[in-house]
Nanobody, 122 residues
Framework: QVQLVESGGGLVQPGGSLRLSCAASGSIVRIYSMNWYRQAPGEQRDLVARITDGGSINYAGSVQGRFIISRDNAKNTVYLQMNGLKPEDTAVYYC????????????????WGQGTQVTVSS
């Protein structure tokens, strides 16, 4: 089994910063893409940022230049540094990863964390 555990959410004022972390644990052989999604109330879940195992990075246009995604492969952890936060960044943020587990005969599977709330408000 694999678990993704997020941390670092909270309440912050507009213009402030937060750093989210997501640690993967379990019988992991390899982690491919590690991603952050977010979902605001009544909205669909959207991709915020992606980092591949090769280090390629993509951002949603709405966070480009404000958010930074990084990963520590030794710790099986992905981070999202969020700067210049705006009220429209308010959402539940989810960690997602493509992971090959020990004993798998079907290739990597998609795993999700439980989500962490980020609220940007004065």
């Amino acid at each position: 089994q694999v678990q993704l555990v997020e941390s670092g959410g909270g309440l912050v004022q507009p213009g402030g910063s937060l750093r989210l972390s997501c640690a993967a644990s379990g019988s992991i052989v390899r982690i491919y893409s590690m991603n952050w999604y977010r979902q605001a109330p009544g909205e669909q879940r959207d991709l915020v940022a992606r980092i591949t195992d090769g280090g390629s990075i993509n951002y949603a246009g709405s966070v480009q230049g404000r958010f930074i995604i990084s990963r520590d492969n030794a710790k099986n952890t992905v981070y999202l540094q969020m700067n210049g936060l705006k009220p429209e960044d308010t959402a539940v943020y989810y960690c997602n990863a493509g992971i090959l587990i020990d004993g798998s005969t079907w290739g990597p599977s998609d795993y999700w964390g439980q989500g962490t709330q980020v609220t940007v408000s004065s």
